[in-house]
Structure formats: C-alpha cells, structure tokens
C-alpha cells in the first residue's frame, strides 16, 4: 500500500503548509489531550450499536459517521475480515506472603510449564525464592491453595519469573477461574461489565491478559449478516500482553523495542488471504493485533503461516505487505498502537481525526467506539 504523507488541519498548521516529519519520529509527536468523560467505563448494548468513525485512507475527506452494525454496507463481497481469536485469561490474582502481606500478581505470558512470567506488587519486596501464597474465591466450598515460587526476575518488563506449584499437577491455565480475574485496563475504574463482555464473541484460544478491543463490537448476528453478503472471515492468534499495551518511554521512537508476544498465523489463513488478494478482494484486520500478526509473517516478503514470538513495531514510513484497511478502536496518547494507525493514513491527519471524534463527543479506549480506514482503491 502507498504511503503518503497528509496535511493536517490541526490548529497552528494549515492545510498547505509542509508537515513536520521529525515528529513522526519523535514521542511528543503523539500527544493529544482526551477528556476524562470521553473514556467509556462499560460497553454499549448491544455491542454492534457502538459508533463507527470511517475514514478513506487515501484522501482527506471529512470522515463519515455510521453505527457499527452498519459495516456489512460499508465493506464489499469478496472483502476478507481477520480476526485475533484470543481469550483473555483470570490474569489478576491476589495473594500474600508468608508474613500475610496482600500481593497483586499480573500474569503476562508462560515462558515454560507453569512457569510465568508476572507484574507483582509490591515488586521490589520479592526476591529469588520468595513464595507466594493464593487461596481460591470461593474458599468456603473450595480451599484449594496455591503457591508461586519466584525464579528470577526480568529487567525487560521489571517483573519476575514465577514457579506454581498447581494441586494435581494440572496446567496453571486450568485453575484460573478459581484464583484470578478478568484484568481490565487501568483507565476502567467504575466498569460494571460482565467478564463475557470483556471478549469477543470469537475468542476460542485462552492467552491474552488483555481483549483484542476491535472485535468486541460484534456480534454473532451481525457477522452472519457480512457471511450473507460475502464479506468472510478468518482468523489468526495474538495473545495480547505486555508489548500491545506498555507504553513507549523514549523520545526518538525509532529505538523503541517491542516486548514479544505469541502469535499464529494458520496455513487455512494464509490460503485464504491469497485467493482473496487473487480475486481482487481486500483483507481487513480487526484490531492493531491482527495487523502485528499478519505483518510478521510476511517480514521475508512473502506471507508464509508463522507460529512464534513476534516484536514487530510499525510506525510511519512502515512498509505494508498484507492489510488493506483496518478496524480499530481510538488509542491512548504516545502508545504503538496509535503509532500503528498513523502509519497506515498519516500522523497528522489522524490526530486531526481525533479531535473531530474528541468533539463528536465518540467514546475512547477499549469499551470505546471504533474506526474503520478503508483502503483508498
């Protein structure tokens, strides 16, 4: 896909004037100021009724404003939709030490069997060898225990390698549901949704600390009205950790590195996005995840199924290979993921594009509205 670069229409900078392609490149780059009220505390019911920005990625026409349920009309027959079925794990459990201090343990990733490496607070208090102690929810019906066993820790993410000791000797993954919950973002703090409302409908292989927010506007029905029109679909995994959310930290983002994560990208996909590119369809990803995952696997120039770790970082100037268009939602400040999306249309103009949402009052983040960037052929 070309890239291009698009004027802005952000105040102190008019449309004829020459952007600043240093700041592409630079943290302060991505900064924009969000209301607190624009950020969305729980999702919309039903969840296909949420607000869709679209935007053409080739020219600045003023984007249009539709709902969500309406994207069978906006995508073409012979389109191909990817999805990222991953399942959030009971990622947060709560535990304590021997002395009987609360620890809050965030589960990131398995480096080997029931070895995990986690987010624990208070961090700096947990040596090597130190032990933590869970006890189920309901421990009234059923005390089951369980002990963690830290290992080492990891500079890359400040957290530590923890051993569990897991009754029956049964994967960790097993038993979640009786010691952790759902992790929701730290921006949500008055949510009263449902843990099922925290996936996405399509969420089949359990991994992910944190939902693939794109997908969580569909519905089972609406997703029968885009098979009924010929739009398909296919899926792929991430498991959505620590490098999708961490923020960037440094001023030049071209030294920013990725933390990896886990992802597949089935031959039955693969197969499926050649014959649609072969038929002249487009291939749509649901979600900056979608976008990681079909990119690194046609790193070599050509899209081959790929399954492994990945710690791909797109950002302006960034040589698409795979996705055509993109479904997402509207992203934190400074993030990849908003680094991400300007590649595909332009720093600027999507900054642009967020204030228009910011003063259509849209609603942000993960239980937020979404946008559609349809591809400019």
Same mark, same amino acid.
């Given at each position: 896909?070309? #890239? ?14 020459? $952007? ?11 900064? =924009? ?5 624009? @950020? ?23 984007? +249009? ?16 939709? /990817? ?29 080997? =069997? ?25 421990? +009234? #019906? ?39 919950? @759902? ?36 519905? $089972? ?41 886990? @992802? ?39 899209? #081959?199924?790929?399954?492994? #770790?990945?710690?791909?970082? /797109? =950002? $302006? ?9 993109? /479904? ?29 949402? @910011? ?13 559609? /960037?349809?591809?400019?052929?």
């Amino acid at each position: 896909m070309e #890239q291009e670069i698009i004027h802005s229409n952000l105040p102190g900078c008019s449309a004829t004037e020459t $952007p600043d392609v240093s700041l592409d490149y630079s943290l302060s780059g991505y900064d =924009y100021i969000l209301p607190e009220e624009l @950020i969305a505390q729980n999702p919309v019911f039903p969840r296909d009724s949420s607000r869709l920005l679209v935007v053409n990625s080739s020219t600045e026409t003023a984007p +249009a404003h539709h709902i969500f349920r309406e994207l069978p009309d906006l995508l073409r027959p012979g389109d191909l939709l /990817i999805v990222n079925d991953t399942k959030v794990i009971p990622a947060r459990l709560y535990g304590s030490k021997s002395t009987g201090a609360t620890v809050e343990v965030l589960l990131l990733e398995e480096r080997k =069997y029931n070895c995990w490496l986690a987010l624990v607070k208070p961090g700096k208090r947990f040596k090597i060898g130190s032990r933590i102690f869970f006890t189920s929810k309901d421990s +009234a #019906q059923n005390p089951t225990t369980l002990t963690a066993t830290v290992l080492e820790s990891d500079p890359g993410t400040g957290g530590r390698l923890l051993d569990f000791d897991v009754p029956d000797g049964k994967p960790l993954i097993e038993v979640l549901d009786q010691f952790g919950e @759902i992790p929701l973002p730290p921006y949500i703090t008055s949510s009263t949704a449902a843990d099922e409302q925290y996936q996405t409908v399509y969420a089949q292989q359990p991994g992910a600390i944190a939902a693939p927010t794109a997908g969580l506007h569909f519905t $089972p029905e609406l997703l029968d009205k885009l098979g009924d029109r010929g739009i398909h679909q296919a899926s792929i995994t991430l498991h959505v950790g620590v490098g999708t959310f961490r923020p960037v930290e440094i001023e030049d983002v071209t030294n920013h590195q990725m933390h990896q994560e886990w @992802i597949a990208v089935p031959p039955t996909t693969v197969e499926q996005i050649r014959a649609t590119k072969a038929a002249g369809g487009r291939i749509i990803a649901v979600g900056t995840t979608v976008v990681r995952a079909l990119e690194a696997a046609a790193q070599s120039g050509d899209l #081959q199924s790929f399954c492994g #770790q990945t710690d791909l970082f /797109i =950002y $302006p100037g960034y040589q698409w290979r795979v996705v055509d268009g993109l /479904i997402t939602n509207f992203h934190l400040p400074r993030s990849s993921l908003l680094m991400l999306v300007s590649a595909l249309i332009g720093r600027e103009r999507l900054l642009n594009i967020y204030q228009q949402a @910011i003063a259509g009052k849209y609603r942000f983040y993960s239980f937020g509205d979404a946008m559609l /960037i349809l591809p400019g052929f």
